[in-house]
């Protein structure tokens, strides 16, 4: 690893002038950045680390019936905290899905929204990348790409974003709270991340020195408590990224679906929601040929960046799969295996 | 660069170190205070050999930088024991052949320690989970989740 200079700023002002300049990176949990500054992939000359702020690591209930969740609150934390689990169960089973116990401890919440792809053509310095080198090519377009994205990818990039917790983050409209140079700012987590287009090298909406200071869910996030669920499918049992996953919450009335929010993961360069599906699942019955509808809805733009045009059956499988689980009911305790299409969940399809 | 002072707590001795930013806590472990207890496996937060506790909560050493755990309690692999008796955990894994080589174990074991005060540890299944970020490439798995198993029972009684 390159050295560098090493700043540990008192004040959140003091962190965003060290950060403005060139050559600057945040250090938080440091699960990502670290690995990535080992092999070369990123070589910051300066570490501002703010893992020390003040203020940031808070959860905080708003007036308005919103949840406000620091940057700095750890994975482990937000997952384990009931109040929130019981509120959010869907997020607290994507984040405890995610990365091990180990990791969960370090990753903070403004990390986990600016994790990297794990793209092996982007970690690997003797490929081309897009990301890594603007106009260098994309070796994964004819590369090893069957767990690339199929959704949102252009020829310039087809990698995706591998977070768990941004996929129910962005299924219930969570802003990101951003502090710069020009103070403060808020952009809903749909418009934070970018898709690749011709830029991929700019993956969202940050300004030079700009620092995520919360999360934010608006009251309405929590109204699905009862009927939420976060599934996952993994090459292994567990501590490992998704293939793709889903994020399905509902509410249902008299049979009828009165609210719907669906998003998708490891399909795409961002988290993934899908508002045509929500549309279908919007006072329809909520039965398996309306779910089947929004899964046909969710994927019909996906096409095949390579060999992974099964990612598109498995994601539509996987949607069915996770409104009906959430149709069925926020388990009571979550499984112990979280978000495994493994673990016993009464009224879930284990063949679908 | 100019190296930097690191102040550590580690297993009950007080270090002061002076270090390049870019030394990670598992390197200074290591290489700088001689505890080679604590293992590097993969060196990228994948197999969880180099897992200690930093302020009682298991961390990997090697995605952490020693400079960020300033002033941090650190207990390793070579702090568990007490007064030559050894921690359930490591009796648990002795007593159940919880290993094969015995290059995960040290991690494994400090996993085990926080999977138990966490209070992961309530079935197989559960254990299986929260133990899933330290790898055995000898495949002792099965050997490991009994010790834990054990070792959790022995602490709750």
Redesign the interface.
């Known amino acids: 690893m390159r050295d560098f200079d090493y700043i540990r700023p008192a004040t959140i002002p003091d962190a965003i002038a060290a950060a403005a300049e060139p050559g600057s990176a945040y250090l938080a949990g440091g699960t990502n950045l670290l690995d990535l500054m080992k092999g070369g992939i990123t070589s910051p000359e300066r570490i501002v680390d703010i893992s020390r702020l003040p203020e940031l690591n808070r959860i905080e209930r708003l007036e308005d019936g919103g949840l406000r969740i620091g940057a700095l609150v750890r994975n482990a934390d937000l997952a384990h905290d009931a109040a929130f689990a019981k509120a959010y169960p869907m997020v607290a089973e994507a984040l405890l899905s995610g990365a091990s116990a180990q990791l969960r401890n370090a990753a903070t919440v403004g990390g986990n929204l600016l994790q990297r792809t794990r793209c092996s053509y982007f970690y690997d310095t003797a490929s081309a990348c897009n990301k890594r080198v603007s106009g260098a090519g994309c070796a994964a377009l004819g590369g090893e790409n069957r767990l690339h994205a199929v959704l949102g990818w252009s020829d310039a990039c087809i990698a995706t974003h591998p977070s768990d917790f941004c996929v129910p983050l962005v299924a219930l409209d969570a802003v990101v709270e951003i502090e710069g140079k020009q103070g403060r700012r808020h952009v809903t987590l749909a418009e934070f991340h970018l898709l690749p287009g011709e830029t991929p090298q700019r993956e969202n909406a940050l300004e030079p020195g700009d620092l995520i200071v919360a999360v934010r869910l608006p009251a309405e996030a929590a109204s699905f408590a009862a009927n939420a669920r976060y599934l996952k499918i993994r090459e292994r049992t567990s501590y490992a990224f998704a293939v793709v996953s889903a994020a399905a919450a509902l509410v249902v009335d008299g049979g009828k679906i009165r609210a719907a929010r669906l998003a998708l993961g490891g399909v795409a360069a961002k988290p993934w929601r899908a508002r045509a599906a929500e549309a279908v699942l919007l006072g329809a019955d909520a039965n398996e040929a309306t779910f089947a509808g929004a899964a046909d809805a969710a994927l019909a733009d996906a096409s095949p960046s390579g060999d992974n045009a099964f990612k598109i059956e498995l994601a539509r499988r996987i949607v069915v799969r996770a409104l009906t689980s959430a149709q069925a009911g926020t388990p009571e305790r979550l499984p112990a295996l979280p978000a495994s299409p493994f673990s016993s969940i009464p009224g879930a399809r284990h063949d679908a | ?2 190296k ?1 002072p690191v102040h550590l707590d580690i297993n009950g001795t007080h270090h002061h170190l002076e270090l ?3 030394v ?1 806590l598992l390197d200074a472990l290591r290489d700088r205070l001689g505890l080679t207890g604590t293992k590097k496996g993969c ?3 994948q197999c ?1 050999a180099c ?1 200690v506790h930093v302020d009682g ?4 050493a090697c ?3 020693a ?2 755990t300033e002033g941090r309690t650190i207990t390793t692999i070579e702090g568990l024991a007490r007064e030559g008796e050894l921690h359930p955990v490591q009796a648990a894994f002795l007593e159940q052949d919880a290993f094969q080589c015995g290059y995960c174990t040290p991690g494994q074991i400090m ?1 085990a320690v ?2 138990i005060r ?1 209070g ?1 540890a ?2 197989d ?2 254990i ?3 133990m ?3 790898l055995c490439r000898c495949g002792a798995y099965p050997h490991i989740v009994a010790a834990v198993r054990q070792a959790a029972l022995e602490v709750a009684s």
């Open positions: 660069m100019t930097i390049e930013p870019r990670t060196d990228h937060g969880g897992t909560e298991r961390v990997l995605l952490t930088l400079a960020q996993s926080a999977c966490e992961h309530g079935s299944e559960e299986r989970e929260y899933a970020g330290n």
